[in-house]
């Protein structure tokens, strides 16, 4: 099972769509979670870290459930510039105990549409 | 903002030649990395640097792969005998400290081999 899993999409949307990512990690070790955004040919930019409590940041909406192993991105009324491939993340303590480290799903890419 | 930078973005280079790529993380950040992007593929760690050595490495970051702090600010990836396999961008990223802080990526260095 591959450590990182996410829906392989693609994703078409219209313009104030609203659409759901999900994410499942295999590690229970895993530690803290990230949903990064990646323009073409760009580097992850970090788009919002994810809490238990799940979290909130204007129209964009993260959700973790640690029994279940899964983690959601929402992104409600969806513009155009919107349009990237949504990568998720998990850190976790390496085996050493002396850093983390950053493993990523492959992405889905999310185009929104005029 | 502070950023992470990268050079050069662009590198075309024969197999079999050595490689340098070069980052300058942000200044006052302690923890390094380098991952790689194989065109289509996900986000794949490499290699974490603390404390002027090397905390943690993967199975990709084999013997023709090492990592050096020369000076204070810069950060380098060498590739002593490039393959064809190893064109991929490669991001350097960097954060803060010892807890779950943010990794910041740079821009990337885009490796083509030939």
């Known amino acids: 099972r591959k450590e990182v899993e996410q829906d392989p999409g693609p994703f078409n949307v219209p313009e104030g769509a609203t659409v759901a990512f999900n994410c499942t990690y295999s590690n229970s070790a895993s530690q803290s979670f990230f949903w990064y955004r990646q323009d073409c040919r760009k580097e992850p930019k970090l788009l919002m870290s994810?809490?238990?409590s799940g979290n909130e940041d204007g129209r964009f909406t993260a959700q973790l459930n640690r029994a279940s192993q899964y983690i959601s991105l929402l992104i409600r009324d969806s513009k155009l510039s919107d349009s990237a491939t949504y990568l998720c993340?998990?850190?976790?303590?390496?085996?050493?105990?002396?850093?983390?480290?950053?493993?990523f799903g492959k992405g889905t890419l999310l185009t929104v549409n005029p | 903002e502070p950023e992470v930078t990268q050079t050069p973005s662009h590198q075309v280079t024969q197999m079999g030649q050595e490689v340098i790529l070069r980052c300058v993380p942000i200044s006052n950040h302690l923890y390094f990395y380098w991952y790689r992007q194989i065109l289509g593929q996900k986000v794949e760690f490499l290699v974490s640097f603390y404390n002027n050595e090397i905390s943690e490495k993967s199975e990709i970051f084999d013997d023709q792969f090492s990592v050096e702090r020369p000076d204070g600010s810069n950060f380098t990836l060498k590739i002593r005998s490039t393959k064809l396999e190893d064109s991929a961008m490669y991001f350097c990223?960097?954060?803060?400290?010892?807890?779950?802080?943010?990794?910041?990526f740079g821009p990337g260095t885009r490796l083509l081999v030939l």
């Open positions: 993340a998990v850190n976790r303590w390496n085996s050493g105990g002396s850093n983390y480290k950053l493993t």
């Open positions: 990223a960097s954060k803060s400290g010892t807890g779950m802080e943010t990794q910041y």
């Open positions: 994810v809490y238990s």
